[in-house]
């Protein structure tokens, strides 16, 4: 005849395994959804890093190829002098050359005296202004000049 301390302990044990299967079962089911979830979205990474590298490729390629011929891909560089050699041949005030590029015409002196330089995005404005006659710049600055005045009167 099995001792009642036996029994106690076996009972005891199998509602507590039984008991702690319950609390498990929903974790280890949480936990290999994670997983799967996981290695989804480790799939999907790797995809988009593939489209992206040769969306990469493609269009350097396509960049080398649409330079014109006497184009260069060097950098431009960027001289006090021939700002300032630029703005008087297009005979404009430090405001109105300003206007044009977008900055303060405090910015334009500073350009000129060598006591700033002006950013990627500006350099790139300052390119685009060599190719501008003093007709076509006069005009661009009466236009934008026109356009503040209308926006100030709207704001009235």
């Given at each position: 005849?099995?001792?009642?301390?036996?029994?106690?302990?076996?009972?005891?044990?199998?509602?507590?395994?039984?008991?702690?299967?319950?609390?498990?079962?929903?974790t280890?089911?949480?936990?290999?959804?994670?997983?799967r979830?996981?290695?989804?979205?480790?799939?999907?990474?790797?995809?988009?890093?593939r489209?992206?590298?040769?969306?990469?490729?493609?269009?350097?390629?396509?960049?080398?190829?649409?330079l014109?011929?006497?184009?260069?891909?060097?950098?431009?560089?960027?001289?006090?002098?021939?700002?300032?050699?630029?703005?008087?041949?297009?005979?404009?005030?430090?405001?109105?050359?300003?206007?044009?590029v977008?900055?303060?015409?405090?910015?334009?002196?500073?350009?000129?005296?060598?006591?700033?330089?002006?950013?990627?995005?500006?350099?790139?404005?300052?390119?685009?202004?060599?190719?501008?006659?003093?007709?076509?710049?006069?005009?661009r600055?009466?236009?934008?000049?026109g356009?503040?005045?209308?926006?100030?009167?709207?704001?009235?």
């Open positions: 005849m099995p001792n009642i301390g036996t029994v106690l302990r076996e009972e005891i044990s199998r509602v507590a395994l039984r008991t702690s299967r319950g609390a498990i079962h929903p280890r089911k949480a936990t290999a959804q994670h997983r979830a996981i290695a989804l979205l480790k799939r999907q990474v790797a995809h988009l890093e489209q992206v590298s040769a969306l990469t490729r493609k269009a350097s390629g396509s960049a080398e190829r649409a014109p011929a006497g184009a260069s891909a060097k950098p431009v560089r960027f001289a006090a002098k021939g700002l300032r050699a630029q703005r008087k041949r297009l005979g404009l005030s430090a405001a109105d050359f300003g206007r044009l977008g900055v303060s015409s405090q910015s334009i002196y500073n350009w000129e005296q060598e006591s700033a330089r002006p950013r990627e995005e500006q350099i790139a404005k300052l390119v685009e202004l060599r190719a501008l006659g003093k007709r076509e710049a006069r005009e600055v009466t236009e934008q000049v356009t503040k005045v209308k926006a100030r009167r709207r704001r009235s």
